[in-house]
Nanobody, 118 residues
């Protein structure tokens, strides 16, 4: 059974940095895309960043480009999101997501709260 365990997050002042991580277990994930989504109160869940199975290709939402960095460690099946220069609008629950490369659905982490007070 696939499990995703997220860690990190918390409260940080605007301009600060946080990192979140997500460790996958219960399967082989070399052919999985890994990524992060977020959901702010009253808003739909949105894609923040994703990384290819090799780690060579990444995608970022325009709102986080230049501030967030996604990476993965294939040895531990862990995906990371380093968030710098955080803004109040980054406040949300951040969810890890992994999916096989040829599928549109996958698995979700439990979510971790990131709060940047205005």
């Amino acid at each position: 059974q696939v499990q995703l365990v997220e860690s990190g997050g918390g409260l940080v002042q605007a301009g600060g940095s946080l990192s979140v991580s997500c460790a996958a277990s219960g399967g082989t994930f070399s052919n999985y895309v890994m990524g992060w989504f977020r959901q702010a109160p009253g808003k739909e869940r949105e894609s923040v960043a994703r990384i290819s199975r090799s780690g060579e290709s990444t995608y970022y939402a325009d709102s986080v480009k230049g501030r967030f960095t996604i990476s993965r460690d294939s040895a531990t099946d862990t995906v990371f999101l380093q968030m710098n220069n955080l803004k109040p609008e980054d406040t949300a629950v951040y969810y890890c997501n992994i999916r096989p490369i040829h599928m549109s659905v996958g698995y979700w982490g439990q979510g971790t709260q990131v709060t940047v007070p205005s």
